[in-house]
């Protein structure tokens, strides 16, 4: 045996290591992606932390956007069945049959009669009963009294009152536990609210939050007490439910923006109306939501919104008188699908 074979073999393991050693610092060196010409792969950047206000909104906006929020709403159609009865399209054999769309306009019709005239209706009458009840929560009974008495039509007068109670029942069964806020009882704590405001910024919520909910109670207590008769003093108003006012109020519970409580109340009733024409079969299910997802709809409901969130109730008034024809006429209807 060879006496320099051990060191020999050793010297040869040593060699394939340094071996080894150096192809691994040059393939770190010269990674695969250079040798192709290509850039090196760039890691994702970390999400930045969203704000849990924008996120609570957010939230709070898709529950209410919802269309099975179970208001009832599915059951009126705002006028619309009555409108169809009202203006019968002549089809091609003779037949008189409702249609709501044109062969040339099978979608923009929709928005060229019908729904343009109920959302100015529904923004001049309801609108400013909605933010004002949002800005002045205190004043529910008196605005709930006073859209009473400015909606003379028997018919839309119940489609708001039995949709207010709807409300109503959605906030106790649903969202009082969740946003009431009644553990917020010292207006100087500065940790009740989710959100992260300043101090002062937090005192000024609690307190628009309790006075809120005072409003609330208040309204309710009345509304137990005098359910259907009317009220003993003639200088305490009997609670009616009525939509608008109580919207306005429970948005502000939920801590919408008012724009975009205007915007949403708005938009729930163009869906409304889209998914009673669905229903009546005048409109299919693409269509609808091409109308809905049109830009002539959107700059309609921004346009409404800019002109009557500036005005109070004392301007709140019938822009579009046949509306009422319309909804007033619908039970006259010798055959009906809806309530209203």
């Excluded at 269309?67 to 599915?74: C, K, N, R, T, Y």
């Excluded at 101090?199 to 919520?205: K, L, V």
């Excluded at 006075?211 to 137990?224: E, F, G, V």
């Excluded at 109308?291 to 002539?296: I, K, N």
Aim: aromatic content about 8%; some cysteine.
């Amino acid at each position: 045996m060879n006496p320099l074979e051990p060191d020999q073999q050793a010297l040869k393991t040593e060699i394939a290591d340094l071996e080894q050693r150096l192809q691994n610092a040059r393939q770190r060196l010269n990674p695969p992606h250079a040798a192709n010409g290509s850039t090196p792969p760039i890691p994702n950047p970390p999400l930045p932390v969203p704000d849990p206000t924008a996120v609570s909104t957010l939230h709070t906006l898709l529950l209410l956007a919802d269309s099975a929020l179970p208001l009832g709403s599915f059951a009126f159609s705002s006028g619309l069945e009555s409108f169809l009865a009202h203006h019968p399209a002549t089809s091609v054999n003779g037949s008189s049959k409702p249609q709501f769309q044109s062969q040339s306009q099978p979608q923009s019709s929709l928005l060229s009669t019908f729904l343009p005239l109920s959302l100015s209706t529904l923004a001049s009458t309801s609108l400013p009963y909605v933010l004002a009840a949002y800005r002045e929560p205190d004043r529910l009974l008196e605005l709930d009294n006073d859209f009473d008495a400015s909606t003379p039509c028997t018919v839309a007068r119940r489609a708001s009152t039995t949709q207010g109670r709807a409300l109503l029942a959605v906030w106790e069964r649903s969202f009082r536990g969740h946003y009431s806020g009644e553990h917020i009882t010292d207006s100087t704590t500065a940790t009740a609210s989710p959100f992260p405001t300043s101090p002062e910024g937090q005192r000024e919520e609690n307190d628009n939050d309790n006075t809120a909910l005072k409003a609330l109670k208040t309204y309710q207590s009345h509304l137990h007490l005098h359910p259907t008769s009317l009220s003993p003093s003639p200088f305490t108003p009997t609670p009616c439910t009525h939509y608008a006012p109580l919207y306005g109020l429970l948005c502000h519970l939920l801590r919408l923006p008012a724009h975009t409580t205007a915007y949403l109340f708005l938009f729930s009733h163009a869906r409304t109306v889209v998914s009673a024409a669905v229903r009546a079969s005048v409109l299919g299910p693409y269509q609808a939501q091409a109308v809905l997802a049109g830009a002539e709809l959107r700059e309609r409901i921004e346009g409404l919104v800019w002109e009557w969130e500036g005005r109070g109730t004392e301007e709140a008034g019938q822009t579009v008188p046949v509306v009422d024809l319309w909804v007033g006429r619908h039970e006259k209807l010798y055959s009906r699908i809806f309530n209203s």
